[in-house]
């Protein structure tokens, strides 16, 4: 095909010596499409995109993550959250920044009237009617706020890339931003609507983390806490053992004593083999009941534990009366913590214990206080044992019939038995 005579004209005044630049845009005109990252938005959308947003938009074409994203959010209907949600590829700045200049600049011409919810919280969105018209009405001031701020919009969709087992990930997403924990948040105030603490359908096919190539060692973040008050236990000494060394006859670092926060902290050695730490913490406090604490899915990288909360001698002595139970001195006794896909603590559930027996009593708490009258745990997922005979011990819990997980664990006579209970690989 041969150039137009004006074509030809422009190529050879480009190409001579000193040839002028392009004449700029007129003042005023929003500049090009191609610019501003080209994306086949809606006219309104990209009308004001391209003014507001032009650098960030050019941004996000240059990098994959986030034009992949917004190609996929072009295409998607007005309003469609759930359309939104499928197209998440990952964390990068220019995500970041480009949601967050659109939905400070251009929300009303783009349809996001809640921030831009089905980005931020895919799983959510997805899961119910009840639960995306619920995010449109309680969560919409924490998603508007969230959309606007660039930096929990990079740890919202940091998130997104983590197992959702994995504290270790969650945490390090979560401390991109300066506003808290986007879902989180979500979760608290859609709770009932979203079915939080009911997520169990992951269990038997789900991959715990696993310890990064490389990492030999995680620093791990302990809080001991008062399980009638939950304040912080001073002066509480914390060992790190190896799962079978109940009596912690061979500590796994230096034992420590809680300070003034109730927090000890640890350096401990992993391997990829084990997937991590997945030993025990042994606890002693005066005045309290010697405690074990079993973490489950096991510690693959540095974090903050959940806190460790332990018993006075005396909360538990009220704690036995309330179901009836005389404390035998030759067994021990366990206490179950449950919780979902998204590690949110389950209520309904039920456990049974492989090593219960007729001198044994299951129960389950309610407000914090175990009671004869309860059936299935209450939103604080936890559920017990007393008067256990001693050994190993594998946990089982179910909702509505559905397996949730199992969690194993040792019995020590005149020990309560912490066991997190987690879905299963």
Known sequence: MRASPTLALLLALSAAPGACSPPEEPK???PSGATCGGFALPEACAACTASACCEQAAACRADQACAATYDCLAACPAGDQGCRGACGKGASAALSA????EAVGCAGKCGDTCGDSGLLLPTLVGRSSACAACLGSKACAITTTCASDSKCVDAAT???SCNPLDRGCLERCAARSTTGDLAAAARLA???????GKQVACNGHVAWPRVLPGTTSVHVVLAVSGAANNKPVPGAEVRACGKVDVGCASPLAPPATTDARGVAEFDLSVTEVVGGFNGLFKITAAG???TLGFY????????????MPILRDIEFAAATAALGVSADPKRGHLIAILQDCELSYVSGATITISSADAG??????????????????????IAGGFNLPTGLVTVNAALDGKPIGSGQAFIEAQTITQVAVVPSP
């Open 288 to 290: 309290y009941t010697p």
């Open 360 to 381: 044994s009593t299951v129960g389950y708490f309610q407000a914090g206080f175990p009671t004869k009258d309860a059936t299935a745990t209450d939103g604080a997922g």
């Open 296 to 307: 489950n899915p096991p510690v693959a990288s540095s974090m903050t534990l959940p806190p």
């Open 28 to 30: 005023g005109r929003p």
């Open 190 to 196: 859609c709770g009932a609507e979203c079915d939080v």
């Open 98 to 101: 480009m949601v967050a200049c």
């Open 158 to 160: 940091c998130a997104l």
